[in-house]
């Protein structure tokens, strides 16, 4: 009874660091991520060079983002790298724009409500009068640089940022999460460390 005591003991110790984060050596498959109740919706469209999977979905109610690395060696080097990408917010440098040249998925924050996730309107316009032959009568609105032509659920976009804010390197794993608009930066890290304590479950 002594040594399993002990062992226990040594594995909750080795588990968590002496900042109270959640960390391991372990290296997980995507059907570990699924284990948990990780909602599937899809993949990045971005390709991320020492990657073997990035996928994005919802636990517990809110989206998150899971790339797999072969080790955790690439995870702890080209994933931290790709998480820091991902979720780099700058400085407002041209009009909307809070986000890093990298960032693929992006939301509007900042407006009276509070927008679900947009996409840009691309200028994949088939002739000067229309966006694939449906006539608009103010292209230049549409598709000035000023504007960048992207709008939120509930109007023009007033502040571009990365959808996902936090990140937790954990195994072969960036985990990555969108805020909860309650929360503040500590419960959004508080949030990846409870992934992170069930993926050991």
């Given amino acids: 009874m002594k040594i399993i005591t002990l062992l226990l003991i040594f594995s909750?110790?080795?588990a968590c660091s002496s900042n109270g984060e959640?960390?391991?050596e372990e290296t997980f498959s995507f059907d570990d991520i699924k284990k948990?109740?990780?909602k599937y919706s899809g993949d990045f469209n971005t390709e991320f060079q020492?990657?073997?999977q990035a996928s994005f979905g919802f636990y517990k109610g809110r989206e998150i983002a899971f790339l797999l690395y072969p080790s955790v060696e690439i995870a702890t080097t080209s994933g931290l790298k790709d998480a820091k990408d991902q979720t780099e917010k700058i400085e407002n440098t041209e009009k909307n724009i809070h986000h890093g040249p990298n960032v693929e998925k992006y939301k509007c924050r900042g407006?009276?409500?509070s927008p679900g996730p947009v996409k840009k309107l691309k200028p994949f316009y088939d002739n000067e009068f229309g966006l694939n032959g449906i006539l608009l009568l103010n292209n230049y609105l549409i598709f000035s640089e000023k504007n960048y032509g992207e709008l939120g659920r509930f109007g023009p976009c007033v502040r571009r940022e990365p959808l996902y804010t936090n990140f937790k390197i954990f195994g072969n794993l960036a985990i990555l999460t969108e805020p909860l608009p309650t929360e503040d930066d500590t419960d959004?890290?508080?949030f990846l460390?409870?992934?992170a304590s069930s993926l050991l479950n």
């Fill in 12 to 14: 909750l110790v080795f």
């Fill in 22 to 24: 959640v960390t391991t």
């Fill in 36 to 38: 948990i109740g990780f």
């Fill in 50 to 52: 020492d990657s073997i």
């Fill in 111 to 113: 407006g009276k409500f």
């Fill in 188 to 190: 959004t890290n508080n």
């Fill in 193 to 195: 460390e409870q992934i």
